[in-house]
């Protein structure tokens, strides 16, 4: 049943075992790093949308929990990364479970709309809570993490580490999704009163998956405070959580693989775009970062409109890599 | 000599004037997202671009190109009227059977290019833009008035004259408001529910688009304030009740007030989120609007 | 009548349940005994859909109170009705059109297996025994209803008929000791509503009560022991489909008095 | 379905690209890195700064370059955005491997980046205003700033408020790095001057309506309001004044340096009092001054390159930025820590005014590089 999912992870980390090797420079595996901490949110993003059906636009909020948490907790009270990363696992739970009694009682646009709410509440108040969270000046000075003695402090460390996370992470959703709690989620997604009357617990089960996504979340905000040692609220706006949507839906919302496929693509779209202008320029055609919104729009409606699965069944199709199970190519009406 | 700070009548007046300035914005903001709602059962995300839209191609018309204000109002509100049908033709209308899932993110899409585009166009700069009839206020009570502000109240009350008259005398307007009550039962007595669909994103966008024109005078338009509108304007639809316009207005302008007081006496640093705030509580609490009833919405289906 | 044990299976008493001014069920008592197939019939927005609604947790009654074997349901949640041995269909057929077949009817195992969230993480391969027992059971139950060569298939591929067989085969996977059938055979041709006539008839020979809401008469008068008619909310007739058939108010109630 | 094939290969296609390998560096190129606010919230301050930095490095080039070898700025829009600087300087110095990094525009972008050149042994020239930047400075090696400090601005301020017998003033200021920097040094010199700072309102950067914060500092009883900013957001404040018939006397900060900020407020802007370089009113500046030449030097070519464009005093901080680097680079080669000590020796006319670096200022200027300017016509003037 799985076996097709361990393979892919395998395969995954054969990747990243070579990638530094093939990468020769620092610059891009930082690139990759922050694309691992995409992976890593929108795995669970994955599993709260394509899973069980419940859209989500407040995610940008458990990235910056984390983050802060982290950042807060080492430069202010001077706790130890780690420590600081569990607090800041159990604030982004606390804070799903809370959040998520009343606003996952909604459906769809409410719901979407409820969150989104949620994301930028927390947003003004990052910015605004000037004397805790140092409001748009942000943190610095944030220390990097230790692994048994060892600083993570080269890209090359960064980069295995948080790759390993999001194998992990991988490893978990894949276990989950083909599991009975997986079923309960799938079935909600299908139809919550069926669900329910088959004894799924519609209500808890949402919120367990919530809960969870947003520690993937959290722990994916506080790796990228102790990689980038610097935290300001810009990044965690609720245009991040719409970024986040568009990777996971790019990719394909109903597969795991394809938040995986989507986070890599969009987060290395930048680059790419960067690549074309230093091309472009070369035609004298100027190029400016200030279109690459448009292009993550114009690639998001496209996917919506000519390949609803998204990218990875597209890409599945074309090249019949993966063969076709039913599970997974008719899914979604 | 150092007077008590105390909060005095003009000062609490100036905050009302505050308040029901921006809360007319969410009203309009606000029956724009009605109007596609009524007709399609789909909440707008890319809604609040249109404001941005309006507004910058208004300081366009009129700072850059100098043309006179009712011609750049006029050719403003077509302009974006006609993305608003653009939108609905090229994103909407192609759909067959959509899911919520999917028309959620369609119109997100829709407003990262609106945004994306006003970027490129535009850039990040805050624009500037002169008040229709000087800037220079008025005494009210001891409280200042900006010309702009009647301005501002005026749009509102003659947009919303203009929609009753439309909703309750027109043929076109009555068709609309059948397909609302009833798509199926509409199309059956031979009214044509996708040109009603395109129409309410064309009086959608036009609102939104006025909105934006009005003011931007007073808060200066950028790329990317369209979010934060459309989030304020659909907590003022919710507060009025999803689909209940004149609650809207209502639900707006008291929203309007909320925000502005909770500036003047908790901070203006949270005063966004004070709106927020209160957009999530009557979700969670009573999610059919303080005017709407609880019994209609459950007929709806999301 | 009602101090006999096997007639007061399920007992609703005084049920009552308005949407806004509108009443849909008013003040219904009614009884369904165990181990037989009981019929609900009545015209449409009769409240027979709503009835079924209240006594399986999806809506709360405005006042009244429903038992089963003597325990209150009422302001129960679904999931807690569903684990207190009561299964059912929907009238406007609900499978998980995305999950297979096999899935749809492993997920009716969801109440007779235990695993949670940590351990489905973590230890997939402690699971293999508890897994494979679902499938294993979830298998009968597809074979019964005739759809074990469609197993891998997703169900929202399947037809109608197939798709009414499934949401029954999932529901029994539940093991529940009562069964609400929601216009099982609507949508379905002759020869498959005989069918379904065969499975109900042997669902019950399995000692699984019945309680059915049906427009085919033809159906309902062949298998049902008991038949409660229904109009606007209220009861109008009980009795064997014999005493039914020949009841004036009946007559008047489907031919519009 | 065939859209879907041809979209599916389009992405594939362009994610291939992705992995090829970047350009390689000539040898006889000297790599400098700057990262400027080109677009955003500060577009007002990097604009003026890149336009600054490309036309001297075209005089570079143009006359021969640094010892013979070509000045190639790797020029990075952080968008006023602090995550976006950091982004923009750990790639300068990874990818693009700068000897030297001048910028960031403003305080908040170059606090972010502090640790970022500080462990990666590059100096760095801000072009931003805040004191704290460079102080205190065992913890500030490698960094560097241009403009007059924010602490030396307060002080200016002050005195002028001194002289008109105003003890008691409001202060509004932005809850950016440069805003919150500048709030700090208003608090902490308050004392100093026996002045009674009685309302201490703060907004975002983003803010469009200052009224609560203006109606509180009313009913506190300030005498004259100090409104530090580097935003655009800062010409609001005078706006809403005007709306509210507030009529005290408003002081800005050197943030307030470009005309733009000035015509933004429109007619409300009369009257600001606010402390900046000489470059601003050239034309009043002795002839002997020893500034005088660098400044109308300055000012000639940038408004002949550009001139759709005045100049500014953010164009002047990164002039004087480039050239202290171009001198030290003269000497040092790319030798990053070469080229600290240098820029750590430097005495330099500049149009901010005459530095002095040394090792225990990394500023280089004190208050007398500030001058007290008004708006009068919609123009910058000297305050008489």
Redesign the interface.
């Known amino acids: 049943m799985n076996m097709k999912d361990y393979i892919g992870i395998g395969v995954l980390a054969l990747i990243v075992a070579v990638m530094p090797f093939a990468v020769g420079n620092d610059y891009y595996l930082g690139v990759l790093v922050f694309t691992a901490l995409n992976c890593l949110t929108c795995i669970g993003l994955c599993l709260l949308l394509g899973y069980a059906g419940q859209i989500s636009l407040g995610h940008s909020a458990f990235v910056a929990i984390g983050a802060y948490a982290s950042a807060l907790l080492t430069t202010k009270l001077g706790w130890n990364p780690w420590a600081a990363m569990g607090a800041g696992i159990v604030i982004s739970l606390v804070t799903a479970v809370l959040v998520g009694i009343p606003t996952l009682k909604l459906k769809g646009h409410y719901l979407a709309m409820a969150t989104l709410g949620f994301a930028s509440i927390v947003h003004v108040v990052l910015v605004a809570a000037v004397d805790i969270t140092g409001g748009p000046s942000g943190v610095s000075g944030i220390p990097r993490l230790e692994l048994f003695g060892l600083a993570l402090d080269t890209d090359t460390r960064i980069f295995y580490f948080c790759w390993a996370l999001v194998l992990v992470a991988l490893y978990f959703a894949v276990n989950l999704i083909h599991s009975r709690v997986g079923r309960g989620l799938q079935a909600i997604h299908g139809s919550e009163d069926a669900a329910s009357s088959l004894g799924v617990n519609i209500t808890v089960d949402k919120i367990r998956i919530f809960a969870l996504s947003a520690v993937f979340a959290s722990v994916s905000g506080s790796l990228y405070s102790h990689y980038v040692l610097y935290i300001d609220p810009g990044p965690f706006d609720v245009m991040h959580s719409v970024l986040l949507i568009t990777m996971v839906a790019v990719g394909g919302i109903h597969s795991i693989w394809g938040a995986v496929t989507g986070a890599v693509l969009l987060s290395l779209l930048p680059e790419g775009l960067s690549f074309l202008s230093e091309g472009l320029a070369q035609f004298n055609i100027q190029y400016k970062t200030d279109y690459d919104t448009l292009i993550y729009g114009a690639i998001l409606l496209s996917i919506m409109l000519f390949l609803p699965e998204g990218l990875f069944d597209g890409i599945r199709r074309s090249f019949s890599f993966f063969s076709k199970t039913n599970t997974e190519t008719e899914r979604g009406q | 000599m150092m007077e008590p700070s105390s909060v005095s009548f003009s000062d609490i007046l100036q905050y009302i004037i505050m308040g029901v300035q921006s809360g007319c914005i969410y009203a309009l903001v606000a029956m724009g997202f009605n109007m596609i709602y009524n007709a399609t059962g789909i909440i707008n995300f890319a809604q609040g671009e249109f404001v941005v839209l309006g507004g910058l191609l208004m300081v366009s018309l009129t700072m850059t190109l100098n043309l006179p204000i009712p011609l750049s109002f006029a050719a403003t509100t077509l302009a974006v009227t006609a993305a608003g049908v653009a939108m609905e033709r090229f994103t909407i209308n192609p759909v067959k059977n959509p899911t919520v899932l999917r028309l959620i993110i369609i119109t997100i899409a829709v407003s990262i290019i609106v945004k994306g585009a006003a970027m490129g166009i535009w850039g990040k700069n805050s624009y500037f833009m002169r008040h229709f009839s000087g800037s220079e206020p008025l005494d009210f009570l001891g409280a200042s008035l900006l010309p702009q502000t009647l301005w501002i109240v005026g749009t509102l009350v003659l947009i919303v004259a203009a929609y009753i008259y439309f909703f309750n005398h027109t043929m076109t307007g009555k068709c609309m408001r059948a397909c609302a009550i009833n798509r199926d039962a509409a199309r059956l007595s031979g009214i044509n529910d996708r040109r009603m669909v395109m129409l309410s994103f064309a009086l959608s966008a036009g609102i939104g688009a006025i909105a934006g024109i009005i003011i931007t005078p007073i808060i200066q338009m950028d790329y990317a304030r369209g979010a934060l509108l459309g989030i304020k304007g659909f907590g003022a639809a919710v507060l009025g009740g999803l689909g209940n316009s004149m609650g809207a207005i209502i639900a707006g302008i008291l929203l309007g007030v909320l925000e502005a007081a909770s500036a003047g006496l908790i901070s203006s640093h949270y005063m966004d989120a004070i709106a927020l705030f209160i957009l999530l509580l009557v979700l969670f609490v009573r999610p059919s609007g303080i005017f709407g009833s609880s019994a209609a919405m459950r007929l709806k289906e999301f | 009548m009602t101090d006999n044990p096997t007639r007061s299976f399920i007992v609703l008493d005084r049920l009552r349940k308005e949407f806004g001014g509108v009443v849909a069920v008013n003040d219904l008592s009614l009884n369904f005994a165990k181990g037989q197939i009981s019929a609900l019939i009545g015209p449409n927005g009769a409240g027979k859909t709503t009835v079924f609604n209240l006594i399986t947790g999806f809506l709360p009654p405005t006042s009244g109170s429903i038992t089963l074997n003597g325990v209150n349901l009422s302001g129960k949640k679904p999931h807690r009705i569903a684990s207190m041995g009561v299964g059912r269909t929907f009238q406007n057929v609900q499978v998980f059109p995305a999950m297979t077949v096999l899935e749809n009817v492993m997920v009716g195992r969801h109440l007779r297996s235990r695993c949670g969230m940590a351990v489905s993480c973590l230890l997939p391969q402690a699971l293999r025994p508890e897994e494979k027992r679902i499938r294993e059971a979830s298998m009968v139950w597809l074979e019964a209803v005739g759809l074990k060569d469609q197993a891998d298939r997703t169900a929202g591929s399947l037809p109608l008929g197939s798709q009414r067989m499934l949401e029954i085969a999932r529901a029994m996977a539940l093991e529940p000791s009562v069964l609400f059938l929601d216009e099982p055979a609507s949508g379905l041709n002759a020869r498959e509503t005989a069918g379904m006539g065969d499975l109900i008839v042997k669902i019950k020979a399995m000692g699984i009560t019945i309680i059915l809401v049906e427009h085919d008469m033809e159906l309902v008068m062949d298998i049902s022991d008991n038949v409660a008619v229904v109009n606007f909310g209220s009861l109008i007739a009980e009795g064997t489909p014999k005493d039914i058939q020949a009841n004036p108010d009946v007559i008047n109630a489907y031919l519009g008095a | 379905m065939k ?3 041809v ?3 389009m ?2 296609a ?2 291939l ?6 350009a390689v560096m000539a040898a006889e190129e000297l790599h400098v890195g700057c990262i400027l606010s080109i ?3 500060a ?1 007002w301050l990097g604009e003026p700064e890149r336009n600054t930095v490309e036309m001297i490095a075209k005089q570079v080039n143009a006359a021969g370059g640094i010892n013979g070898k070509k000045l190639v700025l790797h020029i990075e ?1 952080d ?6 600087a ?2 923009a300087a ?2 300068l110095i ?2 693009d491997k700068v000897c030297a990094i001048i910028g960031p525009s403003t305080s ?1 972008t170059s ?6 050149v500080q462990a990666a042994k590059i100096p760095m020239i801000s072009c931003a205003g805040a004191a704290v930047i460079v102080e205190p400075v065992a913890e500030r090696k490698w960094v560097f700033k241009s403009p007059q400090k924010d602490s030396d601005c307060v002080k200016r301020i002050y005195d002028h408020l001194k002289t008109k017998k105003i003890t ?1 003033i409001g202060i509004i200021t932005s ?3 440069f805003g ?1 920097a500048g709030r700090d040094q208003l608090k902490k010199i308050a004392a100093e001057y026996k002045m009674d700072i ?1 309302a201490d309102e ?4 983003a ?7 203006l ?2 500092i009313k ?3 300030a005498k004259a309001l100090v409104n530090w900013s580097i935003e ?1 957001a800062q010409s ?1 404040v005078p ?1 809403n004044m ?4 507030l009529a005290m006397p408003l002081y800005q900060s050197h943030g307030f340096g470009n005309l733009k900020y000035a015509a ?1 407020a ?1 007619d409300a802007a009369e009257g600001i009092i606010f402390p900046a370089g000489r470059l601003l009113a050239v034309d009043t500046v002795a002839a002997n001054h020893p500034q005088k030449k660098v400044l109308a030097g300055y000012r000639d070519s940038y408004e002949k390159a550009f001139p759709k464009d005045k100049v500014s005093t953010f164009g002047g901080h990164a002039y004087d930025a480039l050239w202290i680097l171009v001198n030290a680079m003269k000497k040092a080669g790319n030798d990053p820590a070469k080229i600290r000590d240098e820029i750590e020796k430097t005495k330099f006319v500049g149009t901010a005014g005459v530095f002095k670096f040394s090792a225990a200022d990394h500023c280089g200027l004190d208050k007398t590089a500030f001058e007290l300017l008004t708006v009068k016509n919609g123009k910058f003037v000297v305050l008489k």
């Open positions: 859209i879907r094939h979209l599916t290969a992405v594939a362009s994610a690209c992705l992995t090829s390998a970047a677009t955003g919230k577009s829009d968008q006023g955005d602090n995550t976006q950091v982004n750990n790639k990874k990818k908040g606090m972010a980046i502090v640790p970022v008691q809850t950016s790095g919150a009685v703060t907004y975002d950067p803010a469009t309506d200052m009224t609560a914060q109606l509180k009913a506190a009883g655009p609001i706006q005007k709306q509210l018939k933004a429109g």
